[in-house]
């Protein structure tokens, strides 16, 4: 450091203080400028891409909630439609039920009512049939009767002696 203190030239330290202050001034005028530019550029860059960063991620927390709710709507939609398809379903069954029922009582009835019409057209034949054997039978007894003049005159006498008692 001696040496330094020494061997100091005062006309080397203005020649360096004024390449110095020069090489300031160049810096300054050529560098200085460009590359504060470049970096307040950048530091511009960084906040845009922070505030884009920050609008995107509370997009998506608006479009979660949006899905989340349309979701939601989407499963109320869904149960009410299975709830409506139930009532539906139900509803058709017991109509069809209801019909059937009414169809076999209906078809109940028609047999009473067909059975009932048999059973009177099967009387009335057995009345006819008995009526015609009860004439048939009555025919050949009056025939036997009436060829036989003795069994003729009982029967009349009979027959007086029921109607004075009636």
Same mark, same amino acid.
Not at 50 to 58: D, F, G, I, K, Q
Not at 108 to 113: D, L, S
């Given at each position: 450091m001696d040496k330094l203190i020494n061997d100091f030239s005062f006309g080397l330290f203005i020649w360096q203080i004024l390449i110095f202050v020069g090489l300031i001034l160049l810096l300054k005028k050529?560098?200085? *400028?460009? !590359? &504060?530019d470049a970096v307040n550029d950048r530091e511009e860059g960084i906040k845009n891409a &922070? &505030? %884009?960063?920050? $609008?995107?991620?509370?997009?998506m927390q608006n479009l979660q909630a949006d899905n989340q709710r349309i979701l939601q709507e989407a499963r109320l939609e869904r149960d009410n439609m299975l709830k409506d398809a139930r009532e539906i379903k139900e509803k058709m069954i017991a109509d069809s039920k209801t019909e059937a029922q009414a169809q076999g009582l209906k @078809? !109940?009835?028609?047999? *009473?009512?067909? !059975?009932? %019409?048999? *059973? $009177?057209?099967? @009387?009335?034949e057995l009345k006819s049939q008995v009526s015609n054997l009860s004439i048939e039978i009555a025919e050949k007894l009056l025939k036997d009767e009436l060829s036989n003049k003795e069994a003729q005159t009982k029967l009349v006498e009979k027959m007086l002696g029921d109607v004075k008692l009636n």
């Open positions: 050529f560098a200085w *400028k460009p !590359i &504060l &922070l &505030l %884009s960063a920050e $609008n995107a991620r509370t997009e @078809m !109940i009835e028609q047999a *009473k009512a067909a !059975i009932e %019409s048999e *059973k $009177n057209a099967a @009387m009335a």
